[in-house]
């Protein structure tokens, strides 16, 4: 690190938990963001100002008037430009030091397999079941820790799948494809701004600590937030042994 980096970052180094050889890991590091919208948006800012080397953000969505309530990386000025786009602009406005890489695609397959496989980790933050089990998918295939959030009206919730252990479950176990699995899409159903907030920041703080292999992270810990009382919910998951998905991994 330069001078300018270790000023930069000088409070991330003050605590013993990174320091500066943590910091030094964080600016290798490549995270990978399915999603620009409401999660995304708070997990990308975090993890751009936390100096996280590489970005790459992934979603083929346009800035529409009705996301600036909560999308929060994208200004009023962005409207009619690509998310990805938007986002990579806000990014850098914060961050010149680091890579970040605008996809400006719904990845699918043989793209989602390679980005995940480059990555170190992966941040679902998007809208929708099939997204979501393409890219659990993608990170049981590749070992990749998958931080996952979801949040509609009220309702939330974040887990981490550190699918680099074979112990661990995967979002398969949780939902499995053939189970009620419903999408509930905010345009239909409404959401909370803050609520996003909230559980976007609490993915790039699971980001950093799986990265860094710190603390305590929610791997196989499902977290439910009601935003009206911000009563938590804690659920323990546990691998299912049947898992199409990742029963052989
Ligand atoms: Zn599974």
Redo the contacts with the bound molecule.
């Keep these: 690190m330069n001078d300018r980096q270790l000023l930069r970052y000088s409070r991330h180094i003050l605590l013993p938990e990174i320091d500066i050889s943590g910091q030094e890991a964080l600016l290798k590091a490549h995270v990978l963001i399915i999603g620009a919208g409401g999660l995304g948006s708070p997990a990308a800012l975090y993890l751009a100002a936390s100096g996280i080397g590489k970005l790459t953000i992934c979603d083929g969505d346009i800035v529409d008037l009705t996301n600036l309530q909560r999308q929060i990386a994208h200004p009023s000025s962005a409207v009619g430009l690509l998310k990805a786009h938007s986002a990579r602009t806000t990014l850098s406005g914060l961050n010149p030091d680091i890579n970040i890489v605008a996809c400006s695609e719904y990845a699918k397959e043989a793209h989602l397999q390679q980005l995940v496989a480059e990555s170190d980790a992966v941040i679902d933050a998007s809208d929708n079941f099939e997204t979501r089990h393409n890219i659990?998918k993608a990170c049981?295939e590749n070992q990749k820790p998958l931080i996952s959030g979801a949040a509609v009206r009220f309702e939330a919730q974040v887990c981490v799948?550190d699918l680099r252990s074979e112990h661990s479950?995967?979002?398969?176990?949780?939902y499995p494809l053939d189970g009620e699995t419903e999408d509930m899409p905010c345009a239909i159903m409404g959401v909370f701004s803050p609520l996003v907030g909230i559980i976007g920041s609490i993915q790039a703080a699971e980001t950093i600590k799986t990265l860094l292999k710190i603390g305590e992270t929610l791997n196989g810990r499902l977290q439910l937030l009601n935003g009206l009382t911000m009563n938590w919910r804690t659920i323990k998951l546990k691998?299912?042994p049947y898992?199409?998905?990742?029963?052989h991994?």
């Design positions: 659990n049981v799948f479950p995967c979002y398969h176990c949780l691998k299912d898992c199409s998905i990742c029963q991994k």
